[in-house]
Every structure is written in C-alpha cells, then in structure tokens.
C-alpha cells in the first residue's frame, strides 16, 4: 500500500506560497467552477491480467473546482499558482467484468498567464502551466479477468495545461469569466504490492468553466 499523501497538502502550499504577495505587488486571482469530460485512457496495466494494446478506460462526465493566486508581471503577463478539484467517475473499462470506481484529481500548478487588456470591458486570456497532480483512485469493484481492484489509492505524476477565456470586468478589481483547460498527467499508476499494479497511459481533462477573478 502506498503512502498516502492528501491534496489538501498542495492547496495549503498554494495559499502559504502566494500569502507574501500581498503589500508588494497587486495579487489577482480567481475561483473557478464547471463540468470536465476526460479523454478515453489507454489501460496499460491491470495487476496481474494480461491487458490487449486496445483496452480502454472510458469516463462518465464530471465536475471541477478550481483557485489560483499571482500577480501581474506586466500590464499583459502574469504569473500564478493554481490548485483545485476535478472528480469524475470511470464508465466502462474494456473486457473487465465490473467497473464501480471514481477518480479524484488534485492539480498543483505554476502558470505563466497572458492578457490583452484594451477599452472594453471584455479581456482575452491565454495561459499555460506545468507542475503535478495528486490522482487517487478509489474502486468499489474494478475486475478484469481473474484480477480485482478494490479500496482508494493516490499517486502523483507530472502534469501540464493550457487554458483560454474571456473575461467580463464589471468593477475596477472584479471580473466574470468563461474559460477552457485541457489538462494531461502523464502514466498514473496506483498500487505497488506484489500483485502488480493498475496503470494508464495518461489522463486528459477538458474542462469549462466560469470564473470569478479579483485583485486586492
């Protein structure tokens, strides 16, 4: 059984990481909420199964929450920390016999942002990140074959993204605003005892969503 590590972990060090910011610079951010769909997986591994090069792991549609904190480098770049929460529940898995799990993924990411401020109230923005998330598999039933999957493990692979919305500015510090994420973690794997291991090429997110942004 691996060691668990809990995503709050990474909000926490989101929040003490950007607390300095404030009486330096100007601290901008947003809250975030909406729906993700994730891209099929390939099922790389399943414990002891020997698994085809065509299986796939399919996932029902689910919901995200996200915040980031930064300041503005330039009136048009800025930099931010971003963390938040993306659940969805896995579908049908090909060949397996039961499949009753969920999956919770906690990113923590460093994004570079850019803005085109100009004289309307509606601001374009485009950014890209990097940085990992906590994934953490939790399965009431997963069978393939003779091998079965059961209880809640977590792993942590490295992630990229990149976003793009429009924002609204109704107030001088407060904006609405619409944007898309595509999010990818690169082979997350979940356990680590004797009887292997379960495994995915990767996981891929699009995600909408409407933000609230503010600066203080």
């Known amino acids: 059984m691996k060691r668990r590590t809990s995503p709050l972990l990474g909000v926490a060090c989101l929040a003490v990481s950007t607390a300095n910011l404030a009486g330096e610079e100007i601290v901008r951010g947003w809250y975030e909420a909406g729906g993700t769909v994730m891209s099929s997986a390939k099922l790389t591994s399943f414990l002891t199964e020997p698994v085809g090069g065509g299986a796939k792991v399919e996932f029902d ?9 930064g300041t503005d480098i ?5 930099l931010e920390l971003e963390s938040g929460f993306h659940y969805n529940t896995l579908h049908s898995i090909s060949g397996a016999d ?27 923005v485009i950014g890209a990140g990097a940085g990992a ?13 003779a091998s079965s999957f059961a209880g809640d ?18 107030a001088d510090n407060m904006a609405l605003g619409l944007f898309y994420h595509y999010i990818v973690s690169d082979r997350p794997s979940w356990g680590d005892g004797p009887d292997g291991v379960v495994k995915f090429n990767r996981l891929q997110n699009h995600s909408l969503a409407l933000t609230l942004n503010f600066r203080f």
């Not at 990113?107 to 509606?122: A, E, H, M, T």
């Not at 493990?153 to 992630?159: K, S, V």
């Open 98 to 124: 039961a499949v009753d799990a969920q999956l919770y993924q906690v990113p923590v990411l460093g994004n570079i942002v850019l803005q085109f401020p100009n004289r309307s109230r509606f601001v374009p």
């Open 133 to 145: 998330i906590s994934a953490t598999l939790d399965a009431d039933n997963l069978t393939l074959g």
């Open 153 to 170: 493990e977590q792993t942590w692979t490295f992630a990229y993204q990149g976003y793009a919305g429009c924002q609204y500015h109704f």
């Open 74 to 78: 330039t009136r048009y770049v800025a």
């Open 61 to 69: 549609p689910g919901f995200r929450f996200g915040i980031a904190l």
